[in-house]
């Protein structure tokens, strides 16, 4: 009887061991490898729908506290640091509050000068060449479809990225000329006439160099929200399957 106590013991000590391993290697993994995030808004339309799953590499741009859970103080800055390049997705902490994850393209780095002028983007004085393309067909909330204009745009180190233009003369499409500061970037959303990004300076601003949290590599789901999490047998319909384990980072 007591062998079979201690047996049952040592498979129960067994369990917790490996759960707790477990969880450790996710947490390294998560920590200095790859977490993954969802895209709950339409900032990155036509990029990245509503419902994408992906995965954001945490060493590309080195670590800094928000790397780790919980955004642990364990480094002041960052380390083994490289800078983002123009076009990549990044996702980031807002730095009003530090907390909330926001994703974004890049597109001034420290230094440029970025302006917007009647919906066109500047950098350094230059304009970024846009080029119109077949119309994006937008569902509202209440499932009402419009096309809306389509640009391919090209930043000046050759990355190429869908945008849309919903509004004609919308609020952002012509601000003041940004100075990027050092150690700080700048960042749009695709979808310019629907994005809180670094236009607007009490949303979201310059974003500091230690508020980086990783690049989007990868979708590997994504769902167009027509079945809830408990009704299984929708999902194979609500699945995305064209959008499975696309590509973003160039």
């Known amino acids: 009887?007591?062998?079979?106590?201690?047996?049952?013991?040592?498979?129960?000590?067994e369990t917790i061991r490996t759960v707790v391993y477990a969880v450790l290697i996710a947490m390294v993994i998560r920590t200095f490898a790859y977490e993954p995030f969802n895209i709950p808004t339409e900032s990155m339309l036509p990029t990245l729908l509503v419902g994408d799953y992906l995965f954001v590499s945490k060493y590309s741009y080195g670590y800094s506290r928000h790397s780790?859970?919980?955004s642990l103080p364990v480094v002041n800055e960052r380390v083994l640091e490289?800078?983002?390049?123009?076009?990549?997705?990044?996702?980031?902490?807002?730095?009003?509050?530090n907390s909330t994850d926001y994703i974004k393209r890049?597109?001034?780095?420290?230094?440029?000068?970025?302006?917007?002028?009647?919906?066109?983007?500047y950098i350094n004085g230059t304009r970024v060449p846009k080029v119109r393309t077949?119309?994006?067909?937008?569902?509202d909330s209440v499932g009402r479809r419009?096309?809306?204009?389509?640009?391919?745009?090209t930043l000046p180190n050759g990355i190429r990225h869908e945008t849309l233009d919903l509004i004609p003369q919308a609020e952002h499409d012509n601000t003041r000329e940004f100075v990027v500061?050092?150690?700080?970037?700048?960042?749009m959303g695709d979808n310019r006439d629907n994005s809180l990004d670094s236009r607007v300076g009490g949303g979201v601003g310059m974003i500091p160099a230690r508020n980086l949290v990783g690049r989007a590599e990868f979708l590997f789901f994504s769902t167009d929200g027509t079945?809830?999490?408990?009704?299984?047998?929708?999902?194979p319909f609500a699945i995305r399957y064209e959008r499975l384990f696309v590509r973003l980072s160039h």
């Open 1 to 13: 009887m007591k062998r079979s106590r201690d047996k049952e013991k040592g498979s129960i000590g």
């Open 68 to 70: 780790f859970p919980w």
């Open 82 to 97: 490289r800078q983002p390049k123009r076009g990549d997705i990044a996702v980031f902490k807002l730095p009003s509050d």
């Open 106 to 121: 890049i597109v001034g780095l420290p230094g440029d000068r970025v302006q917007m002028r009647d919906g066109e983007v």
């Open 134 to 139: 077949d119309d994006y067909i937008y569902a």
């Open 146 to 153: 419009f096309r809306v204009p389509r640009y391919l745009e």
């Open 181 to 187: 500061p050092e150690r700080h970037y700048f960042a």
């Open 227 to 235: 079945a809830r999490l408990w009704e299984v047998w929708r999902w």
